[in-house]
């Protein structure tokens, strides 16, 4: 009977390596893919030229579309370190733990949200704590 229980958890830590595999190479895809995007958008898209404007509304345009380039770039920054963070946590073999309660984070969390730190229940408690703080 406990031959049977080794042989289950094995099979069940070869199925959580091969889907942590998985989630590695989506997520050094997904990395390389935002790097990049980030080189075009800075090298094309920041009037490299320092092109001066004589219509006032056209240099506001121009200005509002960098400042929201900018706040892209910002939001694919933040996305990288946590790819980086979810990353090295695989190589650690630390991953698909939450940090809050210690257990595991089920798979199809991972699967819809690879950078994660939270379970689902931990989660939903936090945003219900900062919703309260608002």
């Known amino acids: 009977m406990g031959s049977n229980k080794v042989q289950n958890n094995q099979k069940n830590g070869d199925k ?42 056209d240099q506001a345009t ?12 910002e939001r694919e920054q933040k996305l990288i370190k946590k790819i980086d963070e979810a990353l090295e946590r695989i190589a650690a073999e630390e991953y698909g733990i939450c940090e809050s309660c210690e257990e595991p984070i089920s798979d199809k969390r991972l699967k819809a949200r690879p950078v994660t730190t939270y379970c689902i229940n931990c989660k939903t408690e936090q945003e219900e704590q900062e919703n309260n703080r608002k």
Do not use: M
């Open 16 to 57: 959580t390596k091969s889907l942590f595999d998985e989630i590695k190479k989506d997520l050094e895809a997904q990395r390389t893919d935002l790097l990049a995007e980030a080189g075009v958008i800075i090298a094309g898209s920041l009037n490299p030229r320092g092109e001066a404007f004589p219509d006032l509304s």
């Open 62 to 73: 121009v200005e509002a579309d960098q400042n929201f380039l900018l706040r892209l770039r």
